[in-house]
C-alpha cells in the first residue's frame, strides 16, 4: 500500500467546518487504499495571535519560549483533526514534532532539520492508523522545542515525503498558483503565468 503525504495549511484549518472539509478529503484517500499521512498548520491566524500575545508582555520574547508557544498552534489543529476523523469512523493518532522524531539543530524561530526519525510513523500507517502530524515543529538533541521558519509545515511534509518514500507529497494552499514571492507577505508580487522545472 502506498504512501500519501498531504500537508493543510492554516486558512483549510480555519474553523471546524473547515476541518470537517478536510477530514473528509483525507477519508477519501485512505478508502482508495493508501496510508495516509497529513501535516498541519496552525489554525488560521492562530500563530499571528500567539506571537501578540507573546509581544504583548515584552517586544523580545525569549526565543526558546517563543518556540514552545508557537508550536501549540500545530497541536491543536492536529488534534482536532484526528477527533473528527476518529468521529468519522477511521483511526487516526495526532503526533507532535518531538513523537515523530523530527530532529533538528538549536536555531530557534528558524530551526533546519537534521534527522527525521521514521520508526514511529511507519509503526503507526503498519497498523492502519491516519498520522495526523503537527507540522512547523522539531526538537533540538537537548528535548527543546523548536520551530523551522516561514513555510515550516510545508518543510516538515516534504521532509517526511522524503524518508518514508511517499508516493506523492500534495500541498494544499489557499494560494492560486506560483508568485515570485509570498503574495500575503510582499504586496507587488507576481503570479507567474508559465515556469520551466528547472526555474521551479
Do not use: W
Not at 57 to 80: F, H, K, Q, W, Y
Request: glycine share 10%.
Amino acid at each position: 500500500m502506498g504512501v500519501i503525504v498531504q500537508k493543510y495549511g492554516g486558512s483549510s484549518l480555519s474553523d471546524i467546518s473547515k476541518l470537517e472539509n478536510v477530514a473528509n478529503r483525507i477519508v477519501h484517500l485512505k478508502d482508495e487504499g493508501f496510508n495516509v499521512v497529513v501535516v498541519v498548520s496552525a489554525m488560521g491566524d492562530s500563530t499571528d495571535r500567539l506571537m501578540e500575545l507573546a509581544k504583548s508582555i515584552t517586544n523580545s520574547p525569549d526565543s526558546r519560549e517563543l518556540d514552545a508557544l508557537l508550536a501549540t498552534g500545530e497541536m491543536v489543529s492536529c488534534t482536532l483533526l484526528a477527533i473528527i476523523l476518529k468521529k468519522l469512523g477511521y483511526d487516526a493518532i495526532s503526533l507532535s514534532g518531538y513523537q515523530v522524531g523530527i530532529h533538528t539543530d538549536e536555531v530557534h524561530g528558524n530551526a533546519r532539520i537534521n534527522l527525521v526519525d521514521q520508526e514511529r510513523v511507519r509503526k503507526e500507517l503498519s497498523s492502519g492508523r491516519i498520522v495526523v502530524i503537527a507540522g512547523f515543529q522539531g526538537i533540538t538533541d537537548g528535548l527543546d522545542t523548536t520551530t523551522l521558519g516561514r513555510g515550516g509545515s510545508d518543510t516538515t511534509a516534504v521532509a517526511l515525503s522524503a524518508v518514508l518514500k511517499a508516493d506523492r507529497c500534495e500541498v494544499y494552499t489557499d494560494v492560486d498558483g506560483i508568485y515570485t514571492a509570498d503574495p500575503r507577505v510582499v504586496p507587488n508580487a507576481r503570479k507567474i503565468l508559465e515556469i520551466g522545472y528547472e526555474d521551479m
